[in-house]
């Protein structure tokens, strides 16, 4: 068809002018540019598998650089856990150079009343670029030419436990979560300029099996105490702020002391933003506190043992070594 069309556009050009003729050159050329670059990308779609036919377009179209390259494969749990392996899937999309838009969840273990307003203040938490709608559309609905491909990566936990054992991989790693995190400190409600500790204590919930959150995420309130202690002992002035589920007669130990607030039943994006803000944060056997951890630029204390890597740079105190059981929780004021 195209040569027919560049034959007869050669005829007419002994019937016209020099202008005329060097416009019709300029068409012909447009025709023969369409045939030769378009064409091959049409018969991609015909003969190559979708994966393959945007691969092609990534490395030929060279699509912006704000476009979406990597983001996580999506996985069951809380919101501690499924946040965790966002930022360290952006973390390891960082380490090779890809720009990451994050999936945004649409379930989650917690969500108990399957409340859509819950899920949207969960993503409203994460603070990072969204895959967006069009390109999602474009990927696994109807193959657009100006698609870009995205790598989907798989769960990278185990390997960020891995990479931060290496202390210059861990100073690679700090700024960049500790960035995510600066960006929450917009939503900060304190007010007092006096030093504080948050203070997470898990407590089991529905989604728990009692054997297991009985040996790994347990945490006896004297060895919480004890925790407290340690972090008083470098700050005599600090107040702590309990943030756990349940009722108050579940915190005796607690009661009492002005230095010490219950906070109880919050909201999670209240609770996540409070253990991200604090001066202090001593965290539970729990991937929330974890990843509150990761993004702080304040103090860590961890308990230790736990099922994830440290980073060198937080304190650690050892779960099971509680106070003695006729004492308070903190020591006594002078």
Same mark, same amino acid.
């Given at each position: 068809m195209y040569a027919i069309q560049l034959v007869d556009?050669?005829?007419?050009?002994?019937?016209?002018?020099?202008?005329?003729?060097?416009?019709? $050159?300029?068409?012909? %050329? !447009? *025709?023969?540019?369409?045939?030769?670059?378009?064409?091959?990308?049409?018969?991609l779609t015909a003969t190559k598998t979708k994966s393959d036919r945007l691969l092609f377009l990534h490395d030929f179209a060279k699509p912006?650089?704000?476009a979406c390259e990597a983001t996580q494969i999506a996985e069951e749990g809380g919101?501690?856990?499924?946040?965790?392996?966002i930022i360290q899937t952006a973390l390891y999309a960082h380490w090779k150079g890809k720009?990451?838009?994050?999936?945004?969840?649409?379930?989650?273990?917690?969500?108990?009343?399957?409340?859509?307003?819950?899920?949207?203040?969960?993503?409203? $938490?994460?603070?990072? %670029? !969204? *895959?967006?709608?069009?390109q999602f559309y474009c990927l696994f609905v109807h193959s657009c030419r100006t698609a870009s491909h995205v790598d989907f990566i798989e769960n990278k936990k185990a390997w960020f436990d891995d990479f931060i054992k290496d202390r210059k991989l861990a100073d690679f790693a700090k700024p960049f979560l500790q960035g995510v995190g600066k960006r929450k400190r917009?939503?900060?409600?304190?007010?007092?300029?006096?030093?504080?500790?948050v203070v997470h204590i898990r407590r089991r919930n529905p989604q728990d099996i009692e054997d297991d959150f009985h040996g790994r995420n347990h945490l006896q309130d004297r060895d919480i105490c004890h925790a407290m202690r340690l972090v008083q002992a470098a700050n005599p002035s600090i107040t702590f702020e309990i943030y756990s589920q349940g009722e108050h007669e579940d915190f005796g130990l607690y009661g009492g002391d002005p230095r010490i607030s219950l906070h109880l039943n919050e909201a999670l994006n209240v609770t996540f933003l409070?253990?991200?803000?604090?001066?202090?944060?001593?965290?539970a056997k729990?991937?929330?506190?974890?990843?509150?951890?990761?993004?702080?630029?304040?103090?860590?204390?961890?308990?230790?043992?736990?099922?994830?890597?440290?980073p060198y740079y937080w304190k650690t105190f050892d779960a099971g070594k509680g106070i003695p059981e006729e004492e308070p929780c903190l020591i006594p004021a002078n």
């Amino acid at each position: 068809m195209y040569a027919i069309q560049l034959v007869d556009a050669s005829m007419t050009l002994f019937k016209h002018k020099l202008f005329n003729t060097l416009i019709v $050159l300029a068409l012909c %050329a !447009v *025709l023969l540019f369409r045939n030769r670059y378009t064409s091959p990308i049409v018969s991609l779609t015909a003969t190559k598998t979708k994966s393959d036919r945007l691969l092609f377009l990534h490395d030929f179209a060279k699509p912006s650089r704000k476009a979406c390259e990597a983001t996580q494969i999506a996985e069951e749990g809380g919101f501690g856990s499924q946040y965790q392996n966002i930022i360290q899937t952006a973390l390891y999309a960082h380490w090779k150079g890809k720009s990451f838009c994050v999936t945004p969840i649409t379930s989650i273990h917690g969500n108990y009343g399957s409340s859509s307003s819950f899920l949207r203040e969960v993503n409203e $938490l994460l603070h990072l %670029a !969204v *895959l967006p709608a069009e390109q999602f559309y474009c990927l696994f609905v109807h193959s657009c030419r100006t698609a870009s491909h995205v790598d989907f990566i798989e769960n990278k936990k185990a390997w960020f436990d891995d990479f931060i054992k290496d202390r210059k991989l861990a100073d690679f790693a700090k700024p960049f979560l500790q960035g995510v995190g600066k960006r929450k400190r917009t939503h900060s409600g304190r007010e007092s300029e006096k030093k504080n500790a948050v203070v997470h204590i898990r407590r089991r919930n529905p989604q728990d099996i009692e054997d297991d959150f009985h040996g790994r995420n347990h945490l006896q309130d004297r060895d919480i105490c004890h925790a407290m202690r340690l972090v008083q002992a470098a700050n005599p002035s600090i107040t702590f702020e309990i943030y756990s589920q349940g009722e108050h007669e579940d915190f005796g130990l607690y009661g009492g002391d002005p230095r010490i607030s219950l906070h109880l039943n919050e909201a999670l994006n209240v609770t996540f933003l409070q253990m991200v803000q604090a001066d202090v944060l001593i965290m539970a056997k729990s991937s929330l506190s974890y990843t509150a951890g990761l993004l702080r630029e304040g103090e860590v204390w961890a308990p230790n043992p736990f099922w994830h890597t440290f980073p060198y740079y937080w304190k650690t105190f050892d779960a099971g070594k509680g106070i003695p059981e006729e004492e308070p929780c903190l020591i006594p004021a002078n």
